[in-house]
């Protein structure tokens, strides 16, 4: 399998829609996402530097400007 680098062209934010299997990954920077699928359902493992931080969407406060990253 070829190695794929994937970019958006444009500078504004942006959605890229890709499609993963059972234990295969996406590395987005420094950080790697890996779909594990069970009884339960998807789950997403996140390995990441320490620095970075991971906030689940439906827990981000309102009242603050969302990150750009």
């Known amino acids: 399998m070829t190695r794929e680098t ?3 062209k ?3 934010r942006g959605r890229l829609v890709i499609t993963r299997k059972h234990m295969q990954s996406v590395d ?3 950080t790697r996402v890996t779909l594990i699928q069970d009884k339960d359902g998807i789950k997403l ?4 530097p320490k620095h ?3 906030l689940r969407t ?3 406060k309102h009242d603050k400007p969302a990150s750009p990253y």
């Open 52 to 54: 970075v931080h991971i």
């Open 45 to 48: 493992a996140i390995e990441a």
């Open 58 to 60: 439906e827990l981000k």
């Open 28 to 30: 987005i920077g420094s």
């Open 6 to 8: 994937l970019r958006l």
């Open 10 to 12: 444009s500078k504004r």
